[in-house]
Each structure stands twice: as C-alpha cells, then as structure tokens.
C-alpha cells in the first residue's frame, strides 16, 4: 500500500458546525502533515506529527485541532469556520522527520464553508 | 527575497518540444530537493528527486547546483499529458523536523 487515503473527499459546512477530516496511511512513516492550499497557490504547512507527537504548529488559529490517535491515523478537527477557511486540506507522510525520502499526498479534501 | 522561487509560467508549448523550468532557494542548508508535479484540482505528485550529480528519469532531467542555489527540470519530447503545474520543493530542517517549502509553480501548457 503506497497511499494516502484521506476522508471525505469533498465537505461543505456551516459556521457553526463541527465536522472532522481523516487521512491513513499504511507504509510504516512516521511523520504525517496537514497542509492548506487555496486555488493557484502553492500548500501551506499547518502541522506536523513526528513519532505521533505534534512536532510544528504553524500558528494555525484554534479552530483547526489536529488529533494523531496512532502511526497510521491523522485527524483535523473543525469547529466555528470561517468562509476563508475554504480549500483544499491535504495530508501527507513521510518515511520519518526528515522527510529525505519524499512526501506523500493524499487526494485532499475540498472544503467549503458557507 | 522568498524561499524558494520559480517563474510562474505560463508555459505554452507545442508537442515535442524541449522546455526547461528553473528555481532558486535562498537557504544555504536546505538538505533535500524535489519536483513534484500538480494537475488541476488534484493533489501534488512525487515527479522526481534533485541530486547534485544529475538525475534522469525518461524524458525527465533535473540538475541540482548547490553553490549557485539553483535547481532545474528539463522535460523533452513533451506531450499534451504533460501539462500540469509543476512545484519545486525544497526540504529545510528545523532541528531534528524537516519543513517541505513549496516554489509558487511553473504552469505548463503543451498544445497539439
């Protein structure tokens, strides 16, 4: 398996609702990451999870809650959106924190808040 | 003066041809290099590794020059599934935690 698989593929939700995005990986890395991109440019890091342990936090405001419940497994948790928080969330991994290897993106999950 | 910088393109070519996309970062210990490749509305894709020796990989040639801090992706032959925007990549540690640093992405567009 030499995927990412990231859950839903597409989510639109209000405001005030909470939703969570999910992303597995089976190939045995131990960092993951979220990242944000908005259309036409490049993904901005958000987190990183070294070891299941949150190595980076970009100054994400709190709204965004990331969640590592084991090596295989990263949540992003969302509460009190704002329309600007729209775009295209992706997971990646890598074999460890030094990501020498290459990322791996998951297919993303396009997010609308409306 | 950003990280890592490309031109943004467009890129408009014909089938067959030759192009070649260039980068630059700015940070003298970035460790490791990449291009990745990204189609509209998908999510970026490994294309190849960066070595200072020169990696080849079918139609696909990128060089890495360390003391000039430059980076390039030469593609041959180009066809029509080319077309994509394609990222240079750049990995700098921080501590122990390496930080993927994206260029902004050369468009490519390849006409029949």
């Known amino acids: 398996d030499t995927e990412v698989t990231q859950t839903p593929k597409h989510l639109v939700m209000g405001m005030t609702n909470k939703k969570s995005l999910k992303c597995e990986q089976h190939?045995?890395?131990?960092?993951m990451y979220w990242y944000k991109q908005k259309a036409k440019k490049p993904p901005e890091l958000m987190f990183v999870y070294s070891y299941e342990k949150l190595s980076i936090n970009e100054s994400v405001p709190s709204r965004f809650s990331p969640e590592c419940p084991n090596s295989s497994l990263l949540n992003l948790h969302l509460h009190a959106l704002q329309p600007e928080d729209s775009a295209l969330y992706l997971c990646a991994s890598s074999q460890d924190s030094t990501g020498g290897g290459g990322y791996t993106f998951g297919s993303g999950t396009r997010l609308t808040v409306v | 003066r950003k990280e890592v910088e490309q031109d943004p393109g467009p890129f408009n070519v014909p089938e067959g041809a030759t192009v070649a996309f260039n980068c630059t970062y700015s940070n003298s210990a970035s460790q490791s290099f990449f291009w990745y490749r990204q189609d509209c509305r998908k999510e970026p894709k490994l294309l190849m590794s960066?070595?200072?020796s020169g990696n080849e990989d079918g139609r696909f040639t990128a060089q890495l020059n360390r003391a000039s801090q430059y980076i390039s992706l030469l593609i041959r032959d180009s066809k029509l599934s080319d077309s994509a925007t394609y990222l240079c990549?750049?990995?700098?540690?921080?501590?122990?935690?390496?930080?993927?640093?994206f260029g902004k992405g050369t468009k490519l567009s390849v006409k029949p």
């Open positions: 990549v750049v990995i700098i540690m921080r501590g122990s935690q390496g930080n993927l640093i």
């Open positions: 190939m045995g890395h131990r960092a």
């Open positions: 960066v070595y200072s």
